[in-house]
C-alpha cells in the first residue's frame, strides 16, 4: 500500500514540476529526504532544480544550506523542523536556548533569494542559509515511480563480479547496529530504507551515491550509512556490515540482488 501510494506521489510531483514556471520550487514533506527514497529526490533535484525542502518528523531542527558538506543533494537547502514542543525532543534542551532541541525556522523569500534562519526557543539564531534560484542542470530521462525509465534492466553478476561484491563488504556484526565516530549514531548518519533481505539492503547501498555500509534488522529495516563506521553497539536481531572498499569499483551493469 505504501510504495502503491509513494509511486502515485512521485508521478504527481515530477508531473507538477515538469509543468511548473515557477521561480521557487518549494517541496514540503514530512519526513526529511534523507530518511528514504534519496535517489528519487536526487534525481527530482537535479532534473527540475528543487531549491529548498521543508520537512519535519525528527523531534529536532536541522538546516543544511546549499553546499554544506553533508548535504546529499548539493546545491538545494534542506530544513527539518521538528522542534515545535509538545512532544519529547531528541536530546534534552538548553535553559538559555543554546540548542536545536526545540525552536522555529523563519524564511524570507525575494525573487532572488531566500534567507532561511534557524532559531532557538530562546530566539537565538543558530544558523543562516541563502539559497538561489538554482534551476534543473540535469536532462536525463524522468524519475517517474522512483526509478529512470531509460535504464535497463540490470543484468545478472557474474561469478567475478559477485565475487568481487563480497569482497567489498566487511564480516557482519551480528546482533549489534553500527555505530559511527566516538560511538555516535545520529540520523545524518545513514539514509532509510526498507528491503526485503540483506541482499537487497547491500544493492541499495551500491545503487545509491556515498554508502559506507548498511544496517538490517526486523521489520525489513534497512539503513544505508553515509558516515563513517567506526564501531557498533548490541542491538539484538540487528546486522551491521561496513563497506570496504568503493562503489565504483564495480561496473555500472552490475546487479548485486543475487550476490
Known amino acids: 500500500w505504501f510504495e502503491t501510494l509513494w509511486r502515485d506521489q512521485m508521478l504527481w510531483l515530477e508531473k507538477r514540476l515538469e509543468d511548473s514556471k515557477a521561480t521557487w520550487q518549494i517541496i514540503v514533506t514530512h519526513f526529511p529526504p534523507y530518511w528514504g527514497g534519496g535517489r528519487e529526490w536526487r534525481c527530482l533535484t537535479a532534473r527540475y532544480g528543487i531549491d529548498v525542502f521543508v520537512t519535519g518528523h525528527v523531534h529536532y531542527q536541522y538546516l ?5 558538506g553533508n548535504n546529499f543533494v548539493k546545491g538545494t537547502s534542506i530544513l527539518v523542523s521538528g522542534g515545535g514542543g509538545g512532544i ?3 536530546r534534552g534542551p538548553d535553559l538559555y536556548g543554546f540548542d536545536d532541541q526545540y525552536g522555529f525556522m523563519h524564511m524570507t523569500l525575494h525573487k532572488d533569494g531566500i ?3 534557524a532559531l532557538t526557543h530562546a530566539g537565538i539564531v543558530r544558523k543562516i542559509a541563502w ?3 538554482r534551476g534543473g542542470t540535469w536532462s536525463g530521462p524522468k524519475c517517474a515511480s522512483g526509478k529512470l525509465q531509460a535504464q535497463k534492466p540490470p543484468t545478472a553478476p ?3 563480479i559477485a565475487a568481487k561484491a563480497r569482497r567489498l563488504f566487511a564480516d557482519a556484526t551480528q546482533g549489534h547496529e553500527c555505530r559511527g565516530p566516538a560511538g555516535r549514531r545520529d540520523v545524518l548518519d545513514f539514509e532509510r530504507h526498507s528491503a526485503e533481505s540483506l541482499e537487497e539492503c547491500r544493492q541499495l547501498c551500491f545503487e545509491g551515491g556515498k554508502c559506507t555500509g548498511v ?11 553515509i558516515s563513517l563506521i567506526e564501531g557498533s553497539a548490541l542491538a539484538p536481531g540487528v546486522v551491521c556490515i561496513p563497506l570496504t572498499g568503493r562503489n565504483d569499483e564495480l561496473p555500472e551493469s552490475a546487479s548485486l540482488m543475487h550476490v
Open 158 to 160: 557474474t561469478a567475478a
Open 115 to 117: 534567507k532561511i534562519e
Open 131 to 133: 539559497q538561489r534560484p
Open 64 to 68: 543544511w544550506a546549499p553546499m554544506d
Open 88 to 90: 519529547t525532543s531528541e
Open 215 to 225: 544496517e538490517y534488522g526486523p521489520g525489513s529495516m534497512c539503513n544505508i550509512w
